[in-house]
């Protein structure tokens, strides 16, 4: 089985910064688009952002981070990153990466030989 692995949450102020890290040490992501996903408590989980396989072009942010959150990848490293800037209380979940069908307005979680299930995740807590 192939384990995605999120890294990089936290705790942090409102107005903070952090930088969450998906990598796989057993399988190449370089051919798949990726995304990241978030569930906070009492909520379903929901799509954040997601990016191409091949040029890692960004195809899709939630509203609710638009202008606040970056999605890269680095194919040479095996990685994918997610850098969240002027973080907000609601911001707060615990944050998965994934393989997905993504477009320009969506994106969809899909199983393949590298990511078949959700992993541990990494907890983010925006709290004073």
């Known amino acids: 089985q192939v384990v995605l692995e999120e890294s990089g949450g936290g705790l942090v102020q409102p107005g903070g910064s952090l930088r969450l890290s998906c990598a796989a040490s057993?399988?190449?992501?370089?051919?798949?688009?990726l995304g990241w996903f978030r569930q906070a408590p009492g909520k379903e989980r929901e799509g954040v952002s997601c990016i191409n396989n091949s040029n890692g072009t960004p195809y899709y942010y939630i509203d609710s981070v638009k202008g606040r959150f970056t999605i890269s990848r680095d194919n040479a490293k095996n990685a994918m990153f997610l850098q969240m800037n002027s973080l907000k209380p609601e911001d707060t979940a615990v944050y998965y990466c994934a393989t997905v069908v993504c477009g320009d307005d969506t994106m969809a979680v899909v199983a393949t030989a590298v990511s078949q299930s959700w992993g541990q995740g990494t907890q983010v807590t925006v709290s004073s």
């Open positions: 057993s399988a190449s992501l370089a051919y798949y688009d």
